[in-house]
């Protein structure tokens, strides 16, 4: 089956710049999309890219998606405590049309 | 607008019990969705419905897994009898048909002791 892989951890200084990245393996894949999610609570869908774009831009959220290298990042600009979370990726596209996720990466926010 | 609702948010059982999770879609959403999400893992869509039919269902352990949507609003997901590698968070997510943003409830946390 398809497949979606995220590193598991990343810590920033609060103020700095936060880049999770992903890769998957499924070439058909339509949108990609970057869900947040915090102790205790769904997931909270922050911004997704159509595959046929390579980079979008929302307030402090910059997507950049290589699809030659099917790669996907999200990048948080002046990364707050507030934006201490699980951030997911997860992709949909041919048959399926289904949500795969990857397991997730861990942002921790140092003061 | 009112979100997804589940209930309840926790719930402890033992291993062989049975349990349901109710999901309440947002209103005017056709397509339902129900995830695993086991600890350290993203989530695994178990099932999805379009309004009360079953869009997919291949990843649905059906020999202890049940779901129904009768009315094509609210759900009902069992697990009857329940294993230990049953514990789990159980999301329930919803969206307009057609559509591919996915709006998610908080989740049920399922411990099987």
């Known amino acids: 089956g398809e497949d979606v892989e995220q590193s598991l951890f990343l810590s920033v200084r609060e103020g700095d710049s936060s880049v999770i990245n992903c890769t998957y393996t499924d070439s058909s894949s339509t949108y990609l999309y970057w869900y947040k999610q915090e102790p205790g609570a769904g997931l909270q869908l922050l911004t997704y890219?159509?595959?046929?774009?390579d980079m979008k831009q929302d307030q402090r959220l910059t997507v950049l998606l290589n699809k030659k290298d099917k790669h996907l990042s999200l990048r948080i600009a002046d990364t707050q405590t507030g934006d201490s979370a699980i951030y997911f990726c997860?992709?949909?596209?041919?048959?399926?049309?289904?949500?795969?996720f990857g397991s997730g990466t861990q942002l921790t926010v140092l003061p | 607008e009112a979100g997804v609702a589940q209930s309840p948010r926790y719930k402890i059982i033992e291993k062989r019990q049975s349990v349901a999770f109710w999901c309440n879609p947002i209103s005017g959403h056709a397509t339902l969705y129900w995830y695993q999400q086991i600890l350290g893992q993203g989530p695994k869509l178990l099932i999805q419905f379009q309004n009360n039919g079953v869009v997919d269902d291949s990843q649905l352990p059906k020999d202890r897994f049940s779901a129904e949507r009768l009315k094509g609003v609210d759900s009902t997901l069992k697990i009857q009898p329940a294993k230990l590698e049953d514990s789990a968070v159980y999301l329930c997510a919803s969206s307009l048909a057609g559509e591919f943003e996915q709006y998610f409830g908080p989740g049920t946390r399922l411990t099987v002791t």
């Open positions: 997860a992709e949909i596209g041919g048959s399926a049309r289904q949500l795969t």
């Open positions: 890219i159509f595959s046929n774009m």
